[in-house]
């Protein structure tokens, strides 16, 4: 048996976004720069695709530019807000502990440089406040930059909310929404959102293509120089097959949103009751602010690769957390940023389903988890201090 539940590191390409991509391989393979009917042909879809993504968002056709992925849209973002802000002076920036590395190290990078940033502090269920967001602007603040949904636990943050108090305030707001596009319902406009990233391979396009979307009068500052591909604003020739495959699947995925969210929902809350039932375990995140698909347990007294391996040998496909950090021995940053002590952080477990997964495959992945946390607890030193009492169990 064989059940994919890592679908927050990536998901498997759809049979919509693949026949999207094959016409752009053999067929119509001009580069878009080119004036010869080749190129133009290929320039026509480039088009077709910005405006389809932009239709998704509820923006504009020319606020949307192609980077490789979510990573370089949240660098490029970042950078562009904080450039900007520097003109005029301004160089503090509000972010929260919980962020993906691609926002954190380019947060750390802008430090280096002067910039001061505040990461706001999240409580257990990692849910951050429009209020806590508006006590961090200050006068000098350029950016507030907080993720639309976690990639580790799941919490879905109150991006409306946290958009109006910072266009209030005539801050930029950025939001990483790289776990959310597709899942959720997204008007950037409505939403008060200035800057969004996204990434095609969290909703079944491929990899190695993204969106950033910039609202008209932001102005993008350049990550790589060498060509007017973008409107100047990212050189390189266009992947025209991937921003195909990509605009196919978004839209495919924005058109099921409603009902993949509720079969999503049905089985992540049956696996959540599932799992509830392991004595000593706790589900890390809002157990209703969260992803449809998202579910993600600590289990006192066991560590989290072991499991993995085990529940690999079961035929099951999962993660300890971010997939940018899965080999690390260290513990996720987003679990201590929620109070999660270090021991009771390394035995995290992360299962995120697909539409494609199955209530027979939810039932036989509870049982599995359930053999081997008793498997692992049973040849424990620490599970018998802690059943013993020499030590106390945190999680009880």
Known sequence: MGIYLDNAATTKMSRTAINAMLPYMDGIYGNPSSLHSAGQAANEALTDARGRIAKLLGCE????????????????????????????????????AIEHHAVLHTLNALQKQGFEITLLDVPENGYVTSEQVRDAIRPDTCLVTVMYANNEIGTVQPIAEIGAVCRERGVLFHTDAVQAVGHLVIDVKAQNIDLLSLSAH?????????????????????????????????????????????????EEACSNLGANAAKLTALRDRLI??????PHSILNGDPLQR??????????????????????????????????????LDPSHVLLAIGRVHDIAHGSLRLSLSEENTEEEIDYTIGAVKEVVAYLRSISPIWRDLVSGKKEFLIK
Do not use: W
């Open 61 to 96: 056709a020319r606020e949307i530019t192609f980077p490789s992925g979510g990573s370089e849209a949240d660098n490029q973002a970042i950078v562009s807000a904080a450039r900007m802000g520097e003109r005029k002076g301004k160089r503090h920036i509000v972010s929260t």
């Open 202 to 250: 969290k909703f079944h396009g491929p990899k190695g293509i993204g969106a950033l979307y910039a609202r008209k009068g932001v102005l993008l500052t350049n990550l790589i120089e060498g060509g007017a591909q973008e409107r100047g604003k990212r050189a390189g020739t266009e992947n025209i097959p991937a921003i195909m495959g990509m605009a196919a699947a978004m």
């Open 273 to 278: 009751a599932g799992l509830s039932e392991i």
């Open 291 to 328: 992803l449809p698909g998202n579910v993600n347990f600590c289990f006192e007294g066991i560590e989290g690769e072991s499991l993995l391996l085990l529940l690999d040998d079961k035929g099951i496909a999962a993660s300890s957390g971010s997939a940018c950090t899965s080999g690390s």
